[in-house]
């Protein structure tokens, strides 16, 4: 692949017929997004944390910041969400697991998954600098927007909790895994200008 390409041709010449997608990356960089994106051109089933995190706390208030932040109530969310995608890959589906990731524990579980349905692993790592998210955050609203982070407070969190993202750790515990890595800049709302600013495949 070139040193720059479109996130769009991207996904029309790298990714396999079947993968898993680990979304990655801090609140309001376009991750759903990018991950619709993929479901229509390649036809991944698409699992959210956000609308699963809806129904499973029902009727909590999912955007307490505390609820929003408590790290107890995210590993329920993903339990569900990592069920429901080994169901999909027992039957090699391709799947993405739409979440901020901010756990490099998370991460490896994801890789432990495709692993045992030898499936290629792919992380598409969101980015964009910090003022252009928070201004995308100011305009949420919790009537208008089903992700839980819509206050500064709820990026600067998974800000703090985010992990770097080690691809060397994830290829030394499963050495046999296909691992793709997608960094990309999501700062203008035009996914045509969405550039893959690295790509990485070990």
């Given at each position: ?22 979304m ?9 997004w ?15 944390t ?153």
């Open positions: 692949m070139a040193k720059v390409a479109t996130f769009l041709k991207v996904i029309e010449t790298e990714f396999p017929e079947v993968a898993l997608v680990l990655c990356g801090l609140p309001a960089t376009c991750k759903t990018a991950a619709s994106l993929i479901s229509e051109r390649r036809g991944y089933e698409h699992l959210r956000d609308i699963i995190r809806t129904k499973l706390l029902a009727p909590k208030d999912i955007f307490n910041e505390k609820m929003a932040s408590n790290m107890d109530q995210r590993k329920r969310v993903y339990e569900v969400m990592f069920e429901r995608a080994a169901e999909l890959a027992s039957h090699q589906k391709g799947i993405i697991l739409d979440a901020t990731f901010v756990k490099q524990s998370l991460r490896q579980r994801a890789a432990g998954l495709a692993a045992q349905f030898s499936i290629p692993l792919a992380i598409v790592h969101t980015q964009c600098p910090e003022d252009i998210a928070l201004e995308r955050i100011s305009r949420r609203t919790p009537d208008k927007y089903e992700s839980n982070a819509i206050t500064p407070q709820a990026y600067y969190n998974n800000l703090k909790a985010f992990e770097p993202i080690d691809l060397d750790g994830i290829k030394e515990e499963f050495c046999e895994l296909d691992l793709m890595y997608f960094r990309v800049e999501t700062s203008i709302l035009n996914p045509e200008t969405w550039i893959v600013e690295q790509y990485i495949k070990k």
